[in-house]
């Protein structure tokens, strides 16, 4: 695709009331630079609008992401939240770690119980999970992660039930996926899923998903029928956020639907 096609949207201008800007990444965008100077990625774009953004000191172990917040993956678009001043980092950030932040996620997935049974390296999930899920329309999964497959392109969820060479690699926090069934076609083995997260490890939705035998439609790491030829679309997106103004506490919404 033409990189020319790929430009952010501006939902939240920042301002002395305001400081902090929404925008909306397309697919096929990165988050953030991966090397100082950088350009081709959403937080550049934005901060090309707002040259204040760059005043941001942001994490100390990556600063070239200055008040970005969180990150989407590449081929995720969707919403993603920047602070424009450093004060409004740190109230955002301390936020973050409370779970005061929260993301919401629209996918459509295939409907593949055997999905993860096929896929190597995840721990087992009881058939009884997935007809809960069925059953109730919602749960949630929780694990801790490990990188896997070639230059750690991958993750797979770690639990107790996991070996010990895989529970020594992992992270030592548990993320949450909280996972919404809103229809369901059982024709075309297919549906669409609300995913809700607090605080998100990379592509921890992606993965959970698959695991639970719901592997968003095409994914070319999680779905086990991913085909280049497919006409199927990707499509996996961030369409809201909610978090406490950092000026006066109000819960703000910001969504694309």
């Known amino acids: 695709m033409n990189n020319e096609l790929l430009q952010i949207k501006i939902i939240q201008k920042p301002d002395a009331l305001n400081p902090f800007v929404v925008i909306h990444k397309p697919s096929g965008l990165p988050s953030a630079p991966l090397a100082e100077g950088e350009t081709f990625n959403a937080f550049a774009q934005a901060a090309n609008l707002f040259p204040e953004l760059y005043t941001v000191e942001g994490r100390q172990n990556c600063r070239r992401e200055h008040g970005l917040l969180h990150r989407l993956d590449t081929v995720t678009s969707g919403l993603i939240l920047i602070a424009a001043t ?114 998100g490890f990379r592509h921890q939705i992606r993965c959970h998903l698959a695991w639970l ?34 000026l006066n506490g109000k819960k703000m919404v910001f969504s694309l639907h």
Do not use: W
């Open 86 to 199: 450093q004060k409004a980092f740190e109230f955002f950030q301390k936020n973050q770690e409370e779970g005061k932040i929260i993301k919401y996620y629209r996918s459509i997935n295939r409907i593949l119980p055997e999905n993860a049974q096929k896929l190597t390296g995840f721990p087992p999930l009881a058939n009884a999970i997935q007809n809960e899920f069925l059953a109730d329309k919602k749960i949630s999964l929780s694990s801790k992660f490990r990188p896997f497959g070639t230059k750690s392109r991958e993750v797979r969820p770690v639990t107790e039930q996991s070996g010990m060479a895989a529970i020594k690699k992992a992270c030592k926090k548990s993320y949450t996926t909280k996972i919404s069934l809103i229809n369901y076609d059982e024709k075309n083995r297919t549906c669409t899923i609300e995913s809700q997260i607090s605080a």
């Open 213 to 246: 035998g719901f592997p968003i439609l095409n994914d070319e790491l999680y779905d086990i029928e991913y085909s280049e030829q497919s006409k199927a679309r990707f499509f996996f997106e961030s369409y809201k956020i909610e978090f406490p103004h950092p």
